[in-house]
Structure formats: structure tokens, C-alpha cells
């Protein structure tokens, strides 16, 4: 959700999924939505849909929390922040809002 000052938020409902992810991940999304900060490597490639990658970077909790991290960008995360490579270079170089 973009708020009117230009940073952006998760949209409503977002606690649901947030719960069952790892408070560090957490953290990660956040600071990569709200403040375009560079995501961590296990993050980045949820976020460019790479699947063998989200599976080889990431730990035992983040591998049981994958389908909590998906939706979670699916349904309350900006669009233009996920789903390939371009979006998110764009979303970090503050070309997508």
C-alpha cells in the first residue's frame, strides 16, 4: 500500500502470514518494501520467483515458513516490488512505486 507521503506498507492483512515467518526475515521484507533496502540473498530470490535458489539459500525455519513468505508478498506487498529479476532492480533503484 502506498502511503501519501510515497513509502509504502504492507496492505491490510498482512499479520496473518507474518506470524509463522522468522522475525529476521521479517525484517528483511520490511526494510526491503518500506525503505528499498537491499535484501538478503535467500529474500531476493523469493522475491525474483527463483525457486531452487529461495530453496538453497535459505535455513530450516525460512524453508518452513516459504509459503507464509509468498503469500505474504502476494497478496499485501506492492506489485511492482516481486515476481522477476527487472522488477525488483527496479524496486530498489526506486524506479517502481
Known amino acids: 500500500m502506498k502511503n501519501p507521503d510515497g513509502t509504502h506498507t504492507f496492505d491490510p492483512g498482512w499479520e496473518e502470514h507474518a506470524k509463522h515467518i522468522p522475525p529476521g526475515t521479517l525484517d528483511n521484507i520490511k526494510a526491503y518494501v518500506e ?3 537491499s535484501p538478503s540473498n535467500s ?3 523469493i522475491l525474483y520467483n527463483d525457486l531452487t535458489g529461495a530453496i538453497l539459500y535459505a535455513d530450516s525455519d525460512n524453508l518452513a515458513a516459504m509459503r ?3 503469500a505474504l508478498l502476494f497478496h499485501h506487498c506492492p506489485y ?3 515476481g522477476t529479476k527487472k522488477r525488483v532492480q527496479e524496486w530498489l ?3 517502481k512505486s
Open 68 to 70: 507464509h513468505i509468498v
Open 35 to 37: 525503505k528499498r533496502r
Open 43 to 45: 529474500l531476493r530470490a
Open 93 to 95: 533503484a526506486g524506479r
Open 80 to 82: 511492482g516490488c516481486w
